[in-house]
Nanobody, 117 residues
Framework: QVQLVESGGGLVQAGGSLKLSCAAS????????IAWYRQVPGKQRELVAT???????FYADSAKGRFTISRDNAKNTVSLQMNSLKPEDTAVYYC???????????WGQGTQVTVSS
């Protein structure tokens, strides 16, 4: 089993920054890629960024140039540094990982990010 716990959300003014963290526990040796998603009520969950165990990253167009995903394998954490935040970044942010061995996706409980204009 894998458990993911997000932290770091909050209220920030437009143009500000927030850093989200995702702490993994449990069978962490099976974790390869960890992703950040976000969801606005009434809309589909949207992929924001991913990072592999080796450090390869992917960013959605909405995140490129503003967000940075990083990983500390020793501490079993993945962070999402979000700069130049916009009101449209307001959402619940989730971290997630897909475990190939069990064909299962594990999600954290989410953390709210609110950007005021």
């Amino acid at each position: 089993q894998v458990q993911l716990v997000e932290s770091g959300g909050g209220l920030v003014q437009a143009g500000g920054s927030l850093k989200l963290s995702c702490a993994a526990s449990g069978s962490i040796f099976v974790i390869n890629t960890i992703a950040w998603y976000r969801q606005v009520p009434g809309k589909q969950r949207e992929l924001v960024a991913t990072i592999t165990r080796g450090g390869s990253t992917f960013y959605a167009d909405s995140a490129k140039g503003r967000f940075t995903i990083s990983r500390d394998n020793a501490k079993n954490t993945v962070s999402l540094q979000m700069n130049s935040l916009k009101p449209e970044d307001t959402a619940v942010y989730y971290c997630a990982t897909y475990i190939t061995a069990t064909a299962s996706t594990h999600w954290g409980q989410g953390t709210q990010v609110t950007v005021s204009s």
